[in-house]
Antibody, heavy 122, light 107 residues
Framework: QVHLVESGGGVVQPGRSLRLSCAAS????????MHWVRQAPGKGLEWVAV????????YYADSVKGRFTISRHNSKNTLYLQMSSLRAEDTAVYYC???????????????WGQGTVVTVSS | DIQMTQSPSTLSASVGDRVTITCRAGQSISSWLAWYQQKPGKAPRLLIYKASSLESGVSSRFSGSGSGTEFTLTISSLQPDDFATYYC?????????FGQGTKLEIK
């Protein structure tokens, strides 16, 4: 069975850092670009970042550019999101998501994790 | 950034109804549009990709149409399991953007 499982969420003070992980199983992780998408409480979906299948290309939403870093470790089948200088407005459920087709950098998301909650509060 | 605008924001309907949700893009996105369904506390689920292609395993009661800047999601004969929030998403280019969502409620 194909699965994505996020971890690393929690309560963190403004200005601090946190690293999220997304463990993939059941498919060849190294063939797929991966994304992070977040959802603030009671709000809609916001795309956060993408990384290509081999890690060579990355894009970020303006709201996180310069503060968040997406990375991956293909031999560990794991995606990461390093978040620094966190703000209250970063409070959200963070989902990792897989693109629908192998090696495709522009694709929709056909597989999502269950999400991990990040709360930024003093 | 490409703005995506959904209408209506809330839709009240009954089991068996046919409903349509509209999504408008701020500029042409060809057919690079997806629709997702999300239930409370759950991750989104892909329904439609490339504007009109049905994702594997999704009921044929769901259909999508449109191209350029105007798109629709139609659900024929609503079932109890269909009451959820629906989002459109453009993947024409980065940053990807979502519509604000349409909450489908039971009348």
């Amino acid at each position: 069975q194909v699965h994505l499982v996020e971890s690393g969420g929690g309560v963190v003070q403004p200005g601090r850092s946190l690293r999220l992980s997304c463990a993939a199983s059941g498919f060849t992780f190294s063939r797929y670009a991966m994304h992070w998408v977040r959802q603030a409480p009671g709000k809609g979906l916001e795309w956060v970042a993408v990384i290509s299948y081999d890690g060579s290309d990355k894009y970020y939403a303006d709201s996180v550019k310069g503060r968040f870093t997406i990375s991956r470790h293909n031999s560990k089948n794991t995606l990461y999101l390093q978040m620094s200088s966190l703000r209250a407005e970063d409070t959200a459920v963070y989902y990792c998501a897989r693109v629908a087709w192998e090696y495709d950098f522009h694709s929709t998301f056909d597989l999502w994790g269950q999400g991990t909650v990040v709360t930024v509060s003093s | 950034d490409i703005q995506m605008t959904q209408s209506p924001s809330t839709l009240s309907a009954s089991v068996g109804d046919r409903v349509t949700i509209t999504c408008r893009a701020g500029q042409s996105i060809s057919s690079w549009l997806a629709w997702y369904q999300q239930k409370p506390g759950k991750a989104p689920r892909l329904l439609i990709y490339k504007a009109s292609s049905l994702e594997s395993g999704v009921s044929s009661r769901f259909s999508g149409s449109g191209s350029g800047t105007e798109f629709t999601l139609t659900i024929s004969s609503l079932q109890p399991d269909d009451f959820a929030t629906y989002y459109c998403q453009q993947y024409n280019g980065y940053p990807y953007t979502f519509g604000q969502g349409t909450k489908l409620e039971i009348k």
